[in-house]
């Protein structure tokens, strides 16, 4: 029974002992495969694991030698395997610890790499984004541009089709009332035999000879202070005194009146086409403003506005006819000449004066 318990205990020593060379010769293999492909901090690794290699073949040599016995003859040999038991101790930990040294420095370089690269890719992004504010800066200031060239494009459009109080105060709340005017000039032009002259004329001729005198006519206007209203065909219709009031409206509609006077007669000396004209005005109250959402227009409405157009149809070429109204108004800095009652269309008669500029 001890002949068998002993070679059991024999094969199980023996069995053990394969089983420690088969999983030495294992992490070997491991680690000269690692050291081949050349993983990072195999080397470092291998260093420990080879000292501990060293020190168990020198036991396993020495037990061979010595036909299992580690007792030495020489003293030198004993010496040399407590070295090596020495260092397979301290092999381990010293490998592993400078493994990890490594592996803390690999990583801390690692990560200041990183950090460099996040720090570039941050001032990238940063001068990025100065730039695309810088893009966009410039974009909105061109824009702002445009928006206010085209608003003042707007603008200027909206003021010739109505006096500036009046566009502001549409722009403002959406809308403009009528007001009444209890003091203005209604001042009205006509050429004269214009019906029978444009058969002799052109389209182009017309047209051209209309656009000249009108042109002129609004120069005049804005010297003396009268808001164009409209025209009419060949007429041309203007007002003093509103919107905003002008004590001075009768006199600065006559001094227009004669100015314009001056022109057609001097354009008579410089084309064929030229026409003659005839100018009437009137003074009283009248109401004013825009009607309806579509197509703004600024009119004028009342008797007043009825007396200016008589005033005009009653006129002669080249002359300027005023209503008494008016006459009172300007008499003591124009010269007239009374004409007498005249019968105006549905006004009955009617004292009229011709202006005369000398």
Not at 145 to 169: F, G, R, S, T, Y
Not at 309 to 333: C, F, H, P, W
Request: hydrophobic share 45%; net charge negative.
């Amino acid at each position: 029974v001890l002949a068998t318990d002993n070679t059991t205990s024999g094969i199980g020593d023996l069995a053990a002992d394969i089983a420690a060379v088969v999983a030495l010769a294992y992490m070997l293999a491991m680690f000269i495969k690692a050291m081949i492909k050349k993983v990072p901090g195999s080397r470092i690794l291998s260093f420990g694991f080879l000292l501990l290699t060293f020190f168990i073949v020198g036991i396993v040599v020495t037990l061979v030698i010595n036909k299992g016995s580690l007792e030495f003859n020489n003293e030198y040999t004993g010496i040399l395997l407590i070295l090596l038991l020495y260092l397979a101790i301290l092999s381990i930990p010293f490998s592993i610890t400078s493994f990890l040294a490594w592996r803390f420095a690999h990583v801390n370089k690692n990560l200041n790499m990183q950090l460099i690269t996040v720090e570039k890719l941050s001032r990238e992004k940063h001068q990025l984004l100065e730039e695309q504010n810088v893009m966009l800066e410039q974009q909105v200031a061109q824009r702002t541009q445009e928006l206010q060239l085209e608003k003042q494009k707007a603008d200027n459009l909206l003021l010739n089709i109505l006096p500036q109080e009046v566009a502001d105060e549409l722009k403002e709340t959406g809308k403009s009332k009528a007001q009444y005017f209890d003091n203005v000039s209604v001042l009205f032009t006509d050429f004269v035999n214009f019906t029978a002259i444009s058969q002799q004329m052109g389209v182009d001729e017309l047209l051209n000879e209309l656009n000249a005198n009108f042109t002129a006519f609004d120069e005049i206007m804005d010297r003396y202070g009268l808001e164009k209203i409209k025209t009419i065909g060949d007429a041309y219709l203007a007002v003093c005194g509103l919107p905003v009031a002008n004590p001075e409206h009768a006199i600065n509609s006559v001094n227009a009146a004669l100015e314009i006077l001056h022109f057609v007669e001097k354009r008579k000396t410089i084309t064929p086409y030229a026409l003659d004209i005839r100018i009437g005005i009137h003074s009283g109250p009248l109401a004013a403003g825009i009607i309806g959402v579509k197509k703004f227009a600024y009119d004028i409405w009342g008797d007043t506005v009825n007396t200016a157009a008589r005033m005009e149809q009653n006129s002669e070429s080249g002359k300027i006819n005023i209503s008494e109204t008016t006459y009172q108004l300007v008499k003591d800095n124009v010269n007239c000449i009374h004409r007498g009652k005249i019968a105006a269309k549905g006004k009955g008669a009617i004292d009229m004066y011709f202006v005369s500029d000398e």
